[in-house]
């Protein structure tokens, strides 16, 4: 088979070559794709945004589906553009990829059909969601109500915190469009978790569970990132709050999509807080998450090119994992998440022996690589245990020096 992987990111480098790594995949395009990809996949140098010369390519190459990594061309629609041209394409319309790209429609979703979610209102100016900060006090999430690569989302340990993310987003624009529109939720303790799904037809295959960390800096502390960091399984969540999780959100979740005629294909992403009361839902993507999918889809021994084809056909398809953990490590520019410096040259990659190395914003230049975005690369490893990969991971990191980039310390910190 051949297949073109939409998307430039670490995770599509992670999708990438997990259709590399599958005995029935002869050919991979990556478009645009990054030049870390290229030991991995052919690169077509085609925007993600620009649908027709994706479609053309796609025809052109006779590719036998496609597979869209980020969620900007999801919410556009173009697996509905793929589509109508009679091509196969794995992702959510663009109807149903507002499970996403509206906090708003996610909230009313879960409200109408009784799904587990923190309690929330919804304001697009500014005097009535202060007072009801004040009303409630902190901590406090607000949240931008469209896409803003995972950056717009402030938990706010004060109300003077909660309303200047407010001000931020309603009249400073802070995130354009996207933060024309806010959701204010009450905030929830509890372990977080990451439950990815494939789903197609109704159909939902579960993916073995992983654990982001969002924060910038060690101890979960700084601002909110993309992640900078995720390992899996998550041992401190048992397989019974996976299963209720599956029971009471998962499934409830893509038949009310289903009910509100847009119904759900391709990877339902669930972000999960373990409460007193039991799982509740953070947040849903309309894809794969990133970083996690750099640590869930190395666990899968199916061969994914076969499970794909299968599901995009209606047949049976098996999904099978290993038992072995894996963790993964960002390594961001200096200044992250705020504005940084592209074009600082990277260490010798080649040094770094028995870890994996994901790209995720990096250009090659005559050097070597240099950064070309925030989070630039995922150094991952497995091993028998969390702790036994994370040795691996930072054993390898701590050799080098990593001058004009930074990374956490303390990935899989919390895993039990």
Same mark, same amino acid.
């Given at each position: ?57 796609? =025809? ?5 589906? #496609?597979? &869209?990594?980020? @969620?900007?061309? +999801? ?5 509905? /553009? ?90 400073? =624009? ?5 933060? #024309?529109? &806010?959701?204010? @939720?009450?905030? +929830? ?5 990451? /439950? ?27 601002p909110n990132t993309g992640g900078m960091g995720a390992y899996s399984p ?61 640590? &869930? ?97 930072y054993e390898q990191l701590n050799s080098i020096d990593w001058n004009g ?12």
């Amino acid at each position: 088979m051949k297949v073109l992987v939409i998307g430039r990111g670490g995770r599509e480098h992670a999708i990438v070559r997990q259709f590399s790594k599958s005995p029935s995949v002869t050919k991979v395009f990556a478009a645009p794709g990054n030049d870390g990809m290229r030991e991995d996949a052919e690169i077509a140098e085609i925007d993600e945004m620009d649908f027709a010369g994706l479609a053309e390519f796609a =025809q052109q190459q006779e590719v036998d589906f #496609s597979f &869209v990594g980020p @969620e900007q061309p +999801l919410s556009e629609g173009i697996v509905d /553009f793929f589509e109508a041209k009679g091509l196969r394409i794995f992702g959510p319309s663009k109807a149903a990829a507002q499970i996403e790209g509206s906090k708003a429609f996610a909230k009313e979703l879960m409200k109408k059909y009784s799904i587990p979610t923190a309690g929330y209102e919804t304001f697009t100016e500014v005097a009535p969601a202060v007072a009801f900060i004040r009303q409630h006090g902190a901590p406090i999430v607000i949240k931008a109500d469209g896409l803003a690569a995972g950056k717009g989302v402030v938990v706010a340990l004060s109300e003077e915190e909660a309303i200047s993310a407010v001000n931020d987003m309603l009249e400073g =624009q802070k995130f354009g469009e996207s933060g #024309s529109k &806010v959701v204010i @939720e009450e905030f +929830l303790d509890g372990e977080e978790f990451s /439950f990815m799904s494939f789903v197609y037809a109704g159909h939902i295959y579960p993916m073995v569970i992983s654990q982001d960390h969002k924060r910038a800096y060690d101890g979960d502390r700084g601002p909110n990132t993309g992640g900078m960091g995720a390992y899996s399984p998550v041992p401190q969540i048992s397989q019974a709050i996976v299963d209720e999780t599956f029971e009471k959100i998962v499934e409830p979740s893509v038949k009310a999509m289903d009910e509100e005629g847009t119904p759900f294909n391709g990877i339902l992403y669930t972000g999960v807080i373990l409460t007193e009361q039991g799982p509740k839902v953070i947040e849903f993507n309309a894809r794969f998450g990133d970083p996690e999918t750099q640590v &869930v889809l190395p666990r899968m021994k199916s061969d994914f090119g076969v499970f794909i084809d299968a599901v995009l056909k209606g047949q049976p398809a098996d999904l099978e994992w290993d038992d072995q953990a894996v963790l993964g490590v960002v390594i961001a520019a200096d200044g992250y998440p705020e504005t940084v410096e592209k074009g600082t040259l990277l260490p010798n990659l080649a040094k770094l022996t028995g870890v994996e190395v994901t790209h995720a914003g990096t250009k090659l230049l005559d050097g070597g690589y240099a950064g070309n975005g925030g989070r630039v690369l995922l150094v991952s490893a497995n091993g028998s245990s969390i702790q036994a990969a994370q040795e691996k991971v930072y054993e390898q990191l701590n050799s080098i020096d990593w001058n004009g980039f930074f990374y956490r310390t303390d990935i899989g910190w919390r895993a039990k």
